[in-house]
């Protein structure tokens, strides 16, 4: 059974840093592209950026551009987004997704999406 699982949400000050984590069982990481989404009450899910499937490239959305990061550890089946410099409009559920030799920017494309994870919840307060 494949599964994605988000860990390493949580509540953080603004201007604070958290390291999300989507952990892979069932399906070898490495062949897939990895977008990370998120959904706050209200308003509609936004593709907060990507990692091809081979590593080579990243996409970030202009409003995370310069604060967050994804890496990944194919060892562990891992995929990470590092939030440095939070604020408070990054409040949200945060979602990864797989997607079979998906690029950076076609994971933003939910239609293409294999595989959704559950989502974990970021809270930013002041």
């Known amino acids: 059974q494949v599964q994605l699982v988000e860990s390493g949400g949580g509540s953080v000050q603004a201007g604070g840093s958290l390291r999300l984590s989507c952990a892979a069982s069932g399906l070898t990481i490495r062949r897939y592209g990895v977008g990370w989404f998120r959904q706050s009450p209200g308003k509609e899910r936004e593709f907060v950026g990507g990692?091809?499937?081979?590593?080579?490239?990243?996409y970030y959305a202009d409003f995370v551009k310069g604060r967050f990061t994804i890496s990944s550890d194919n060892a562990k089946n891992t995929v990470y987004l590092e939030m440095n410099s939070l604020k408070l409009e990054d409040t949200a559920v945060y979602y990864c997704?797989?997607?079979?030799?998906?690029?950076?920017?076609?994971?933003?494309?939910?239609?293409?999406?294999?595989?959704w994870g559950r989502g974990t919840q970021v809270t930013v307060s002041s």
């Open positions: 997704a797989a997607d079979l030799f998906g690029s950076s920017l076609r994971v933003g494309d939910p239609r293409e999406i294999d595989y």
């Open positions: 990692i091809s499937w081979n590593r080579d490239s990243t």
